[in-house]
């Protein structure tokens, strides 16, 4: 496509509860990354993925987080055991190649909100 | 680890007012460095980049100059718009061993431009 596509756009859900969120790369980007953006503070990275496999997920805060991209192209992260402490923007970026000088592309981000 | 540090705002500027946002940074290696902003209800957008010392990134009349002695990477702008309120995020690419791309960000600092 030709931009980050990232849906919900806005969830809300109830503590204790599973959610997914879905990132939709640009075509032809192999690398994908997600980050979590709390109010007021720059966005925090999670995890990345090189092609289908995730490279670094050192972001990742506890075992209650997970993404997969299975093919390579699309993206989902999962929370498990949703906590309040989850509440935030949920961006997704890709770029065409990992590099240092490579520019990220962001999606307009999922608002996750648990009540 | 490698981290971003940014003025804390909000900036509160008057129109055609001369714009710095200071940006400082800690890394190892030879990071690339830009500036992200986000437009209100709008997702991250690439501003500007710099890749090596000395290089000078610019873009809309925002400029910005990889200084490595100083290990800085501040925002100028000459002449500041109402339509240029937004939130700046400084980052440096967390290269590391692999190359992968990932950004650290800064906490992000809103300008506010009065007419």
């Known amino acids: 496509g030709a931009g980050v596509s990232q849906t919900p756009s806005n969830k809300v859900t109830e503590k204790g509860k599973y959610v997914e969120l879905r990132c939709d790369p640009i075509s032809g980007h192999t690398a994908l990354y997600w980050y979590r953006q709390s109010l007021g503070q720059g966005p925090e990275f999670l995890i990345y993925?090189?092609?289908?496999?995730?490279?670094?997920d050192s972001g990742l805060p506890n075992d209650r987080f997970f993404a997969v991209r299975p093919e390579g192209s699309v993206s989902t992260l999962k929370i498990q055991r949703t906590e309040r402490g989850d509440s935030a923007v949920y961006l997704c970026?890709?770029?065409?190649?990992?590099?240092?000088?490579?520019?990220?592309?962001f999606g307009a981000g999922s608002r996750l909100t648990v009540l | 680890g490698n981290s971003v540090t940014q003025m804390e705002g909000p900036v509160t500027l008057s129109e055609e007012a001369f714009l710095t946002i200071n940006c400082t940074y800690t890394?190892?290696?030879?990071?690339?460095l830009f500036w992200y902003v986000q437009y209100p209800g709008e997702g991250l957008q690439l501003l500007l980049k710099a890749t090596k010392a000395d290089d000078k990134g610019s873009n809309k009349g925002f400029e910005a100059t990889y200084r490595k002695e100083t290990t800085s990477f501040h925002l100028e702008k000459g002449s500041v718009q109402v339509s240029d309120s937004a939130v700046y995020f400084c980052a440096l690419s967390d290269g590391g061993s692999g190359n992968t791309g990932k950004l650290i960000f800064g906490q992000g600092t809103t300008l506010q431009v009065k007419p």
């Open positions: 970026a890709s770029s065409l190649m990992p590099s240092g000088a490579n520019v990220l592309t």
């Open positions: 993925f090189q092609g289908t496999g995730a490279a670094d």
């Open positions: 890394a190892t290696g030879y990071p690339s």
